[in-house]
Structure formats: C-alpha cells, structure tokens
C-alpha cells in the first residue's frame, strides 16, 4: 500500500473510481454531500468537470480537517454538446447512435483538497467509435448498465471491447480517474511516502 501523510476520503460512489485507487495501492473512506451539479452556462465544456469536482470537494471540506479529499467528475463530449447519463433505454440508443463513427472527447476533473487548498486539473482523452450496428446498439443496451454511465457507455464493458477504435491519451481517464496524473499529482504535493 502507498502511505498518504493523511487519511484519503474519496468523494465518490462510482465503484469504477474506487476499484482504480485501490488498484493504485491507497487505503481510503467514502464520503459523499449531494451537491446540485449545474454549472455556469458560458463554462468552457473542458472545464465543467473540473467545477462540478470543486464543488463536491468544498462541500465536504468543512467535515474533513487534516484529510486528503479527492473528488473527481466526468464528461463525454461530442463538440460542444455534453452528453451526460442518459435517463432511458432510448436516450442511450440515440447517444451511442450520435458517437457510432465518430471521435469524441472525455474530460474528468479532478480536485485535490486538504484544509483549505485547493488543487484541480482535467484530464482529456479522444475516443473513436466504430460504425457501430443497430443490432450493437441494442445489444448493449439491453444487456449491461448505460443509464449510470455518462456517453451511455462504459469502455471496460463490451461496447468498449468491440466499438472503440482507438483512444488518444488515458485509457482509466475514460473509466472514471485519470489515476497516473492523480498519482503524480499527490506525490509533487507531497502528500506521498513509498
């Protein structure tokens, strides 16, 4: 295990969040506030990620003295429009239908709070779909989760298996926490001992 100089609290219910610090060797506690998760709506789309992580950070701030916060948001993107978890069956079938054969762009934010500083970047990767089938579509749909995804899709998941032709940039970026730059950037705050 990695040795923080504080105890980690992770702002987070996604499980995908949580299995990759795990896998990055850090012991951790869940903790949550609900926010509202608008946004101002002349924001650069790069950065709406970045201010919806700052929010659910400076929500617990107050409850978390001396602790490492690491809250985390993702977006998928198609130009300027953003795509966020698709509320029906539908919905998710005319977003993969709008990312079949196309590239499009996936930012996380992510905020590092301690006290009362405050550290953010984002993380951006391309993503390029096949032409994806109707039949893929609906198979997908059908047989896995893309109403808690946003993009409808989750790349660790058959339709990332058989539909992304390539990426450009952070593969774990696209599952939820762009974990090398979050290690990197723990460890130039010093907030890590090997």
């Known amino acids: 295990m990695i040795i923080l100089k504080y105890p980690l609290i992770l702002a987070s219910k996604s499980p995908r969040r949580q299995q990759l610090l795990r896998d990055a060797g850090m012991e951790f506690t869940i903790q949550t506030i609900p926010i509202k998760e608008s946004y101002p709506k002349d924001l650069e789309v790069s950065q709406v990620p970045v201010y919806l992580a700052r929010k659910k950070a400076e929500a617990l701030m107050p409850l978390a003295k001396d602790k490492i916060i690491i809250s985390a948001d993702t977006i998928v993107a198609l130009g300027p429009r953003i795509l966020g978890k698709p509320g029906s069956q539908e919905e998710a079938q005319r977003m993969l239908q709008d990312l079949s054969a196309k590239s499009h762009m996936v930012y996380s934010g992510v905020c590092i709070a301690i006290n009362k500083e405050l550290t ?20 997908y749909v059908q047989h896995y989760a893309p109403l808690d995804k946003a993009g409808a899709y989750g790349i660790q998941e058959w339709i990332g298996l058989i539909g992304i032709d390539k990426i450009s940039g952070s593969y774990f970026n696209v599952v939820g926490l762009p974990v090398c730059r979050l290690y990197t950037t723990l460890r130039d705050l010093d907030l890590i001992s090997l």
Do not use: C, G, M, R
């Open 120 to 139: 953010t970047f984002v993380e951006a990767t391309e993503v390029t779909f096949k032409n994806l089938q109707q039949s893929e579509i609906d198979y």
